[in-house]
Protein backbone atom coordinates (compact mmCIF):
# COMPACT_ATOMS: atom_id res chain seq x y z
CA UNK A 1 0.00 0.00 0.00
CA UNK A 2 1.66 3.48 -1.17
CA UNK A 3 2.02 6.04 1.76
CA UNK A 4 -0.16 9.21 1.12
CA UNK A 5 2.29 12.41 0.57
CA UNK A 6 0.86 15.29 2.81
CA UNK A 7 2.26 17.86 0.87
CA UNK A 8 0.74 17.16 -2.73
CA UNK A 9 -2.23 19.29 -3.63
CA UNK A 10 -5.11 16.92 -3.31
CA UNK A 11 -4.05 16.52 0.21
CA UNK A 12 -3.45 20.33 0.53
CA UNK A 13 -6.76 20.90 -0.20
CA UNK A 14 -8.49 18.17 1.75
CA UNK A 15 -6.99 19.67 4.93
CA UNK A 16 -8.05 22.88 4.15
CA UNK A 17 -11.61 21.94 3.73
CA UNK A 18 -10.74 19.80 7.44
CA UNK A 19 -10.19 23.21 8.90
CA UNK A 20 -12.80 24.89 7.78
CA UNK A 21 -10.97 26.82 4.75
CA UNK A 22 -12.53 25.73 1.54
CA UNK A 23 -13.32 29.14 0.64
CA UNK A 24 -9.39 29.57 -0.38
CA UNK A 25 -9.15 26.18 -1.96
CA UNK A 26 -10.11 27.68 -5.51
CA UNK A 27 -7.10 30.12 -5.27
CA UNK A 28 -4.59 27.48 -3.79
CA UNK A 29 -5.75 25.56 -7.37
CA UNK A 30 -5.43 28.42 -9.46
CA UNK A 31 -2.18 28.98 -8.36
CA UNK A 32 -0.88 25.11 -8.71
CA UNK A 33 -2.42 25.88 -12.49
CA UNK A 34 -0.45 28.90 -13.30
CA UNK A 35 2.48 26.68 -12.27
CA UNK A 36 1.64 23.98 -14.78
CA UNK A 37 2.21 26.87 -17.11
CA UNK A 38 -1.88 26.80 -17.33
CA UNK A 39 -4.65 29.86 -17.46
CA UNK A 40 -6.75 29.46 -14.49
CA UNK A 41 -9.55 31.50 -16.21
CA UNK A 42 -9.71 28.92 -19.16
CA UNK A 43 -10.89 26.09 -15.86
CA UNK A 44 -14.20 26.19 -13.97
CA UNK A 45 -12.78 24.42 -10.37
CA UNK A 46 -15.14 21.74 -8.96
CA UNK A 47 -14.42 19.97 -5.44
CA UNK A 48 -15.69 16.18 -4.92
CA UNK A 49 -15.88 14.81 -1.20
CA UNK A 50 -14.59 10.91 -1.15
CA UNK A 51 -14.95 8.33 1.63
CA UNK A 52 -11.27 7.74 3.17
CA UNK A 53 -10.03 5.04 5.32
CA UNK A 54 -10.63 4.60 8.85
CA UNK A 55 -7.17 6.35 9.92
CA UNK A 56 -6.28 8.73 7.91
CA UNK A 57 -5.16 11.94 8.67
CA UNK A 58 -7.50 13.67 6.92
CA UNK A 59 -11.77 13.13 7.46
CA UNK A 60 -12.73 13.74 3.73
CA UNK A 61 -10.38 13.23 0.69
CA UNK A 62 -11.39 16.26 -1.67
CA UNK A 63 -11.03 15.18 -5.25
CA UNK A 64 -10.76 17.97 -7.60
CA UNK A 65 -12.25 18.31 -11.03
CA UNK A 66 -11.00 20.24 -13.84
CA UNK A 67 -12.98 21.92 -16.66
CA UNK A 68 -12.35 23.69 -19.42
CA UNK A 69 -14.65 26.69 -20.09
CA UNK A 70 -14.49 26.85 -24.18
CA UNK A 71 -15.49 23.27 -23.89
CA UNK A 72 -11.95 21.62 -25.35
CA UNK A 73 -11.18 18.13 -23.17
CA UNK A 74 -8.97 19.30 -20.63
CA UNK A 75 -5.56 17.06 -20.73
CA UNK A 76 -5.44 13.71 -19.05
CA UNK A 77 -2.06 14.46 -17.31
CA UNK A 78 -3.46 17.30 -15.81
CA UNK A 79 -6.17 16.03 -14.30
CA UNK A 80 -4.53 13.17 -12.67
CA UNK A 81 -1.80 15.15 -11.84
CA UNK A 82 -3.73 17.86 -9.50
CA UNK A 83 -5.36 14.45 -7.63
CA UNK A 84 -2.19 12.65 -7.27
CA UNK A 85 -1.96 11.81 -3.70
CA UNK A 86 1.86 10.02 -3.89
Known amino acids: MSRINPHTLQMQISQMFDQGQS ?37 TLISIELRRRDGQAVDPWLQEEINRSC
Do not use: S
Open 23 to 59: FFCAIKVQDWLKEQNEDPNAYEILFHPQPTPPNAKVK
